[in-house]
């Protein structure tokens, strides 16, 4: 089971190290350099952060595993868990990004939460924030103080997340241990499909130089049990979304998906230069220069 485990934490090293420096430009009006980096590493590590939930609905459909509870919530937590597992700086800025990207999409529906939103399958934007945070501080307290006290993310909690957190992680690596194998191959077809949309193309171009599907590919590759065939695949869908199809035995993420969260990244950027002090922190005080520089993006201000 050790090796096994080393074996994916090399994987997503090796793909942190393909996220540094995404080759295309994040189009958006009288962005800096910085922000566009910041915008175009924001957009992949979301797109990686939703793969790999689609992939935790492709182990519970491939090996037939039971979850108690809502699977939308117990493939998040597998997500954080591989993630945060690997220990490494680059993919805990992806957790980040995601918990960002979901905090980022609630404020952005102004109406706020709908009563059908009360009836879904998933949780409410904010609660997947939190809960993402809560596997973060649970896992690397230390190393994500200063993200989770820019949130006012309460001690109290925090200690109970540790126990989360190790539930979690020991519960779903139980579970995998038996369709785990040692040296087991699985090929994976990634595709990415012409967009069809100049700038749909801008992300699908994006994506690709960044690796973001191949990382699903890369991941579950190697010591899963799985059989041959299936298709990871990048593709103009007419809706912001991506999806497991468990009879096509297929993940596809979709352009538009890409787009939204440049468009949160991009209007959270405009609106830190319409209102300088909207970067500080909840409190009202001013961020110290270590919360300027941290990776969060409620703490960054823009120059």
């Given at each position: 089971?050790k090796?096994?485990?080393?074996?994916w934490?090399?994987?997503?090293l090796m793909?942190?190290?393909?996220l540094v420096?995404?080759?295309?430009?994040l189009?958006?009006a009288?962005?800096t350099?910085?922000?566009?980096?910041?915008?175009?590493?924001?957009?992949?590590?979301?797109?990686i952060f939703?793969?790999f939930?689609?992939a935790?609905?492709m182990?519970?459909s491939?090996?037939?595993?039971p979850v108690?509870?809502?699977?939308?919530?117990a493939?998040d937590a597998?997500?954080?868990?591989?993630?945060?597992?690997a220990?490494?700086?680059?993919?805990?800025?992806?957790?980040q990004?995601?918990?960002?990207?979901w905090f980022l999409?609630?404020?952005?529906n102004?109406d706020?939460?709908?009563?059908d939103d009360?009836?879904?399958?998933?949780g409410l934007?904010r609660?997947r924030a939190y809960a993402i945070?809560?596997m973060?501080?649970?896992?690397n307290a230390?190393?994500?103080?200063v993200?989770a006290d820019s949130?006012d993310?309460?001690?109290e909690?925090?200690e109970e997340?540790?126990f989360?957190?190790?539930?979690?992680?020991?519960?779903?690596?139980?579970l995998?241990?038996?369709n785990?194998?040692?040296?087991?191959k699985?090929?994976?077809t990634?595709t990415?499909?012409?967009?069809?949309?100049?700038?749909?193309?801008?992300?699908?171009?994006?994506?690709k130089?960044?690796?973001?599907l191949?990382?699903i590919?890369?991941?579950?590759g190697?010591?899963?049990?799985?059989?041959d065939?299936?298709?990871?695949?990048?593709?103009?869908?007419g809706?912001e979304n991506?999806f497991?199809?468990?009879?096509?035995r297929?993940?596809?993420?979709?352009?538009e998906?890409?787009?939204?969260h440049a468009g949160?990244?991009s209007?959270?950027f405009?609106?830190?230069t319409?209102d300088p002090?909207?970067?500080n922190?909840?409190?009202?005080?001013e961020?110290?220069?270590?919360q300027t520089?941290?990776t969060a993006?409620?703490?960054?201000?823009?120059e």
């Open positions: 089971m090796s096994l485990k080393s074996a934490i090399v994987a997503l793909v942190a190290a393909m420096a995404p080759s295309v430009p189009k958006a009288e962005l350099d910085e922000q566009v980096e910041e915008g175009q590493r924001f957009v992949v590590n979301n797109a939703i793969l939930h689609e935790g609905h182990l519970v491939e090996f037939n595993l108690l509870g809502r699977e939308e919530d493939v597998l997500s954080a868990v591989l993630l945060l597992g220990e490494d700086e680059e993919l805990n800025t992806t957790m990004d995601a918990a960002d990207g999409l609630d404020e952005a102004e706020g939460p709908q009563e009360f009836m879904g399958t998933h934007d609660q945070v809560c973060m501080t649970g896992a230390e190393f994500f103080k993200f949130l993310f309460p001690q909690r925090r997340c540790v989360e957190y190790e539930k979690a992680r020991d519960s779903w690596m139980s995998l241990a038996a785990m194998k040692e040296g087991a699985t090929k994976f990634v990415y499909e012409p967009a069809g949309n100049e700038d749909l193309q801008g992300f699908a171009d994006l994506l130089g960044a690796g973001a191949e990382t590919a890369t991941v579950f190697e010591g899963y049990n799985l059989k065939g299936i298709k990871i695949t990048g593709k103009t869908c809706t991506a497991w199809y468990a009879g096509d297929e993940i596809t993420y979709c352009y998906m890409a787009a939204f949160l990244i209007n959270w405009e609106n830190q319409a002090d909207a970067a922190d909840a409190g009202g005080e961020a110290t220069d270590e520089d941290a993006v409620k703490l960054k201000k823009k």
